[in-house]
């Protein structure tokens, strides 16, 4: 059996029921986790039941049994997680190969009931396209298994994953509630370089030719845009930029969030 989801742009109301299909086609049953709780390294997930194509309103195409096949995840499930409660969930993208769970974020997905579900082996030298539909997967595969959060979807990733991780919640706005790129960013537009970059003038923060018309479907949604950076972060300027001269301009719901120490300290 194959499913086709279309998330293209259209009415309203068209948005509207998208969204509450997604909602009723992934939310999973209230049940505990069959790992347990705490850091699940190196899992499989098991394929969805039917072939699930999702169709982004860029016209990117991800068949999510794909890399379910061919990826596995680290997972970290609150002690506090039994099934009976609805936990949201944040999807991460590393620079590195291995799908980094941060300890000093734990206590907060603990108090703010979280779940965090990190692709393996999607680093820097992975095409964008691979890293995003792998953790987009991965996130549709737990909502089977788990009592997940349908409006507490999250984005994350850090350096060259936080980039990512940005692109995953601007080409599916429908599916993310917003985004929370470390050290890392995009964005929907080229944005004035007033503050210092690592390469001048390079527009680090553009990777894909979204359009004005695309920018204001993404707003349309209303998402939270949390950037982490840190003031000896050679990326502070380039998430800098993209604050002050893009997404608070743009009236996004965004802040910046910024601590002593070097890239990816925050």
């Known amino acids: 059996q194959l499913i086709v989801i279309n998330l293209a742009r259209n009415t309203h109301s068209m948005r509207k029921f998208l969204f509450l299909f997604l909602i009723c086609s992934f939310s999973g049953y209230a049940q505990p986790s069959p790992w347990g709780t705490g850091n699940i390294m190196n899992q499989s997930l098991d394929t969805l039941q039917s072939d699930i194509i999702i169709n982004s309103h860029v016209g990117l195409t991800f068949n999510l049994n794909d890399y379910l096949k061919n990826y596995n995840f680290n997972i970290h499930i609150p002690a506090n997680y039994n099934g009976n409660e609805p936990f949201g969930i944040i999807t991460f993208i590393n620079a590195s190969s291995n799908g980094n769970i941060i300890s000093s974020w734990l206590p907060v997905l603990a108090e703010k009931k979280l779940i965090l579900i990190a692709g393996n082996n999607i680093g820097n030298s992975v095409a964008i396209s691979t890293r995003v539909g792998v953790v987009l997967a ?26 990512s991780a940005s692109h995953l919640m601007f080409i599916f706005p429908e599916i993310f509630a917003g ?49 982490l950076t840190s003031f000896d972060d050679f990326r502070e300027g380039d998430i800098m930029n993209i604050y002050h001269n893009g997404a608070e301009p743009d009236g996004f719901r965004a802040k910046i969030m910024e601590i002593s120490g070097s890239h990816c300290n925050t």
């Open 179 to 227: 985004m929370i790129p470390n050290c890392g960013a995009n964005y929907l537009r080229r944005v004035d370089q007033d503050y210092e970059t690592h390469q001048p003038n390079s527009n680090y923060e553009y990777i894909y030719p979204y359009t004005s018309a695309e920018l204001d479907y993404v707003k349309s949604f209303n998402p939270v845009l949390s950037y």
């Open 138 to 163: 991965g996130l549709k595969a737990l909502e089977g298994t788990l009592n997940i959060d349908s409006t507490r979807r999250y984005s994350s990733g850090a350096s060259g994953g936080g980039r």
